[in-house]
């Protein structure tokens, strides 16, 4: 193979990066809501997600080192980076928030945080419709489009839950020190939310800009 071989792309392997890594993120939020819907056996069910986590990042790490040795790319290398960035982000918050719960000794589940948990699990089954509708991108943006729109719509559905939550969080009467830990995961996962909008955000860019 002569090195502009080597250079020229294989044109599945961005699309096909970005498809596995959003199926980790959906494959770890919906472990994360299992796990606040069945608080037990908290340690492996954290390392579960932590393994997801790990596979992630074996995705990200790849489809960067082709973004430094591709000669051509589907769009701009930026946006390329961006979106694996920001999809990468999504998982790495959601296991933190697990990451939390396995490290300061939770006793029981605030119930508002399934809720949120489950915001993010639609958010991110979204975005793997979204994502996969890029290799078509010219076929038909505005299917990607809409999805992008529904993931914004879930986010705030996602910030108007946290605020409850939060609310919620301080009327009860919790200790301090269950406030503090409970703000924390809860502003983690409201976080994962956000980068999932994000990633919507890249896209409908990066769609609006190419097809």
Known sequence: ??????????????????????????????????????????????????????????????????????????????????????IDDVLDLADAAAERLGLYDIESVLPESRELAAVLV??????????????????????????CKEINVLENQADTLTRKTMAMLFKRGNDPLTVMKWKEIIDLIESATDRVEDVANVIEGVVLEHA
């Open 122 to 147: 639609a958010q991110s089954e979204k975005m793997v419709e979204a994502v996969k509708l890029l290799r078509t991108m010219k076929k038909d943006p505005r299917a990607i489009i809409e999805a």
């Open 1 to 86: 193979m002569t090195m502009f071989e080597k250079l020229m792309p294989k044109s599945d392997d961005f699309f096909s990066d970005f498809e596995a890594q959003a199926a980790t993120v959906v494959a770890g939020t919906k472990l994360l809501h299992d796990l606040l819907q069945d608080f037990t056996d908290v340690p492996a069910k954290c390392q579960a997600i932590k393994d997801i986590e790990h596979r992630a990042d074996d995705i990200t790490h790849r489809a960067f080192a082709r973004l430094h040795t591709q000669f051509i790319t589907p769009f701009d290398r930026t946006e390329i980076h961006r979106l694996l960035s920001r």
